[in-house]
Every structure is written in structure tokens, then in C-alpha cells.
């Protein structure tokens, strides 16, 4: 990737951070930074240079994410489940396509969906439920074989950018083997009805509806052409799933600094001993993750789905999300009760950033993973509860 991608996110933050409050306060879907981002090229980020995208690495799409989160941390979210779908499926190397089993038209089939991405296709996630939350195993969608493809029914919950996108990817069960978890690439459009259910304290901008599907789709719509890989996906793949969300809340964290700082400033508040010793130790704290953040983006690269690098990515989405909590609550404190009013920046930012530590995997969960490979243990088998 060239340095055109950072730099068109850095230009593009403040344009995002201008509709912020707007999209905050109404709970509406920030349409225009979308077609920011795809004027841009953005959508096309991770798809591989020979399908027409940027071919970033995990390292430069966390660097992309934190730009755009200091703008609207909303916006950059959604957009971090675009870059899920694409990154995954660019990430499938011949070698590892080959050891899954993956047939050469489900190749085809990929490579045509990322082709559409680097052209300004976006896709959404479609994976939590209701009771189940993102554990790919406690799934009740389900899906079985029709004439000329797959037949899918079930609902989704915290669909981020539903109602918008070209296409969901949708994890569901087999119908006649529950054990068996698959992904489909499911087309924006009949079948699928979004029932507007967000109405939350941070992030509210997302528009992370419940979806509800009945619909059939073409048998390429299989992510791999071989069912049940989802679960394997996601023991090779955890940054995807686990880490990617961190990159966005180091921005929000980092936007909270920024909106301290400027509202103290204009205020006269800056000579305040205490005040700034709030910004010092936030400055550290961010300056911390961010480095945790690009410690787990780099060994990825290098070494995907090796122990220690899965033990930086869980480390990553637990201290982002920690800190940027910390963070803002710091901030806010920092700059007095005009700040909590609606509508000033680190109002929406401090609610933003509580969120953080709830987007799976929970800080509690992650802990306890650390936990348990810091004993010794096996944390995906010695969990009280199925990650996945």
C-alpha cells in the first residue's frame, strides 16, 4: 500500500468528524463519510493489488482505522467490518486455500467479490444473535442446501451499517449438522428486512440493526465452497474477529485527547496543574496502546495465527478498549461540566469510547484468556465458555 490510503484517511478526518454530532444525536447512518470513503478507494484497502485494490497489510489497515476513528469513531467502525470481510478473504494464500480444501471456483467466486470491493462494493457483518452473541457455535441461524444454492434463514443482531451495504457476510449452522458452521456472502436486497433496533449509548452513528433472513442465494455464495470453515477461520484468523476493533478505540481514545485539549485551551484552563497532568498521563496511556495495537498488527503480518502473536491480539483489544474508557473519562473530568452537555465532542466521545470494552471479545473475556496463557493453559479449550 502507498502512503495514499493514511493520507487520504488524515485528510478525510476532520471532514467526518464535522457530521459527527449530527449522526450522533440522530442515530442516523453517516451516508456522505461512506461515499467519502469509497471515492477515496477505501473499500478496496485490503483486496490484493492484482484484483485492483491497495493490498494493505493488517499493520497499515490499523494505521488507516485510527486515522478515521479521531474523526468519527462510528464511522470507522463500520468500516472496520468491511475491512474484516475483504481482509479475511484476501488472506486466503494458495497454500492455505489448498490445506482447507477450498475448490478453484470458490477461488473464482472470492476474487470476483473483491474485485467488486476494490470497485466500491461494501460488505457488512451479519454474525451476532440474540442469546448467543458472536459465538459462532451457539448459532440458531441456519442454512441448508436449494436448488442452485443455499437456502438461509434466522435473524442477526448489532449488524453495523445495516440497511446500506451491497452484501452480509452471514455465519450460520447447518441444518442437518449443527456442528457445522458456514459463511455466506449474502447480496443486499429480497430475502433480508432490517428491523431498526439501535438506539444505544455510544456509537450510535453505526446504525447496528437487527437483520432478519429468508432468502436463497447462488451456491458461490458459500465463503471457500466447503462448509463448516467458519470455526476454522476464526482459530486462524482471530485478529479479524478479536484485534481489529482496537486500532478504532486507540483513535477514540486519541480524539478524546484532542478534544480535551482544544475545549482547555479556548476555556483558559490549560495553567491548571492538574489539568495538565490529566492530559500527560492520557497521552502516555494512548501513546501505550498504540503501541500494543502496532506490536499485534506487526506480528500478524509475520506470523499469522502463531501462539504469541494470538497472545498480542488479545492484548491489543483488551488494553484498547481499557484505555480508551480511561481515557475519556479522564478527559471529561479534565474539562468540566460544559463538557458533558450534549453535543460537545467529549460528551459523544466519552460514550463512544465506553463501548470498547464491550465489542466481542469483551475485556473480561480477553483477560481471561490472557489469564489462562499466562498459566500455562490452553485458553481456547480451557475457557469456562466457547469463544467462538
Known amino acids: 500500500m502507498t502512503v495514499h490510503a493514511l493520507e487520504a484517511a488524515r485528510r478525510l478526518a476532520p471532514r467526518l468528524a464535522a457530521r459527527a454530532a449530527d449522526h450522533d444525536r440522530d442515530g442516523s447512518f453517516p451516508v456522505e463519510d461512506f461515499a467519502d470513503l469509497r471515492e477515496a478507494g477505501l473499500f478496496g484497502l485490503m483486496v490484493p493489488r492484482e484484483l485492483g485494490g491497495l493490498g494493505a497489510t493488517f499493520a497499515q489497515y490499523a494505521a488507516v482505522a485510527t486515522e478515521l476513528a479521531r474523526g468519527n469513531g462510528a464511522t470507522a467502525l463500520v468500516f472496520n467490518m468491511h475491512a474484516s470481510v475483504t481482509g479475511a478473504l484476501g488472506a486466503v494464500t494458495e497454500e492455505l486455500a489448498e490445506a482447507l480444501g477450498v475448490p478453484d471456483e470458490a477461488l473464482a467466486a472470492r476474487d470476483?467479490?473483491?474485485?467488486?470491493?476494490?470497485?466500491?462494493?461494501?460488505?457488512?457483518?451479519?454474525?451476532?444473535?440474540?442469546?448467543?452473541?458472536?459465538?459462532?457455535?451457539?448459532?440458531?441461524?441456519?442454512?441448508?442446501?436449494?436448488?442452485?444454492?443455499?437456502?438461509?434463514?434466522?435473524?442477526?443482531?448489532?449488524?453495523s451499517g445495516a440497511g446500506h451495504p451491497d452484501g452480509y457476510l452471514v455465519?450460520?449452522?447447518?441444518?442437518?449438522?449443527?456442528?457445522?458452521?458456514?459463511?455466506?456472502?449474502?447480496?443486499?436486497?429480497?430475502?433480508?428486512?432490517?428491523?431498526?433496533?439501535?438506539?444505544?449509548?455510544?456509537?450510535?452513528?453505526?446504525?447496528?440493526?437487527?437483520?432478519?433472513?429468508?432468502?436463497?442465494?447462488?451456491?458461490?455464495?458459500?465463503?471457500?465452497?466447503?462448509?463448516?470453515?467458519?470455526?476454522?477461520?476464526?482459530?486462524?484468523?482471530?485478529?479479524?474477529?478479536?484485534?481489529?476493533?482496537?486500532?478504532?478505540?486507540?483513535?477514540?481514545?486519541?480524539?478524546?485527547?484532542?478534544?480535551a485539549a482544544e475545549h482547555l485551551n479556548a476555556r483558559n484552563l490549560a495553567g491548571l496543574p492538574a489539568v495538565r497532568a490529566r492530559l500527560g498521563r492520557a497521552d502516555a496511556a494512548v501513546a501505550a496502546a498504540e503501541l500494543v495495537v502496532a506490536e499485534a498488527a506487526r506480528r500478524v503480518d509475520e506470523a499469522p495465527g502463531d501462539e504469541e502473536t494470538n497472545r498480542w491480539v488479545w492484548r491489543a483489544k483488551l488494553l484498547a478498549g481499557t484505555t480508551a474508557a480511561d481515557v475519556a473519562a479522564s478527559m471529561l473530568e479534565a474539562a468540566g461540566t460544559s463538557a458533558t452537555r450534549r453535543g460537545h465532542p467529549l460528551e459523544r466521545l466519552y460514550r463512544d469510547a465506553r463501548c470498547g470494552s464491550l465489542h466481542p471479545a469483551t475485556s473480561d473475556v480477553c483477560a481471561d484468556w490472557l489469564g489462562i496463557a499466562a498459566l500455562g493453559g490452553d485458553p481456547d479449550r480451557d475457557g469456562s465458555a466457547p469463544r467462538w
Do not use: N
Open 171 to 259: 455465519a450460520a449452522r447447518s441444518a442437518t449438522d449443527q456442528s457445522v458452521v458456514s459463511q455466506f456472502l449474502v447480496p443486499a436486497g429480497e430475502g433480508i428486512t432490517v428491523e431498526p433496533t439501535w438506539d444505544s449509548l455510544g456509537m450510535r452513528a453505526t446504525s447496528s440493526h437487527d437483520l432478519h433472513l429468508d432468502v436463497t442465494v447462488p451456491a458461490d455464495r458459500l465463503l471457500g465452497g466447503v462448509e463448516g470453515l467458519a470455526l476454522v477461520v476464526a482459530q486462524l484468523m482471530p485478529h479479524w474477529l478479536v484485534a481489529s476493533y482496537a486500532a478504532v478505540y486507540v483513535g477514540v481514545a486519541r480524539a478524546s485527547i484532542d478534544a
Open 112 to 159: 470476483r467479490l473483491l474485485r467488486a470491493a476494490a470497485e466500491g462494493a461494501w460488505y457488512a457483518v451479519a454474525m451476532s444473535e440474540r442469546g448467543a452473541g458472536a459465538r459462532l457455535s451457539q448459532l440458531s441461524t441456519v442454512y441448508e442446501a436449494a436448488e442452485g444454492g443455499w437456502h438461509l434463514k434466522g435473524s442477526k443482531t448489532f449488524c
